[in-house]
């Protein structure tokens, strides 16, 4: 199977790859890994352990070459339009 987002072109574009972990001990880890080898702008990473999929609210990391930012737990509109404005952000630098 191909890797779409290790081939794509990122040239122009803020490439953010998403990344759901059920173990905390290895989950930053992880997405620093997929950070590097995908060369995204960030990684988006839930840690399934204490968000399970169809909860009503999520917590999210932004991971990035600078470094981790935890948002806060909220409900997941509230969640996906703080990371939009993190994303946007980012892709102005």
């Given at each position: 199977n191909?890797?779409?987002?290790?081939s794509i072109d990122k040239e122009?574009?803020?490439a953010v790859g998403f990344k759901a972990?059920?173990?905390?001990?290895?989950?930053?880890?992880s997405a620093q890994k997929m950070l590097t080898e995908k060369a995204l702008d960030a990684v988006c990473l839930?840690?399934?352990s204490d968000n399970p999929f169809g909860s009503e609210e999520n917590?999210?990391?932004?991971?990035t070459r600078a470094g981790e930012m935890a948002l806060p737990k909220?409900?997941?509109l509230s969640l996906s339009l703080t990371l939009l404005q993190k994303l946007?952000?980012?892709a102005r630098r």
């Open positions: 191909e890797d779409i987002l290790k122009g574009i803020c972990e059920s173990d905390p001990e290895t989950a930053l880890s839930n840690n399934i917590q999210i990391t932004l991971v909220a409900d997941k946007e952000e980012i």
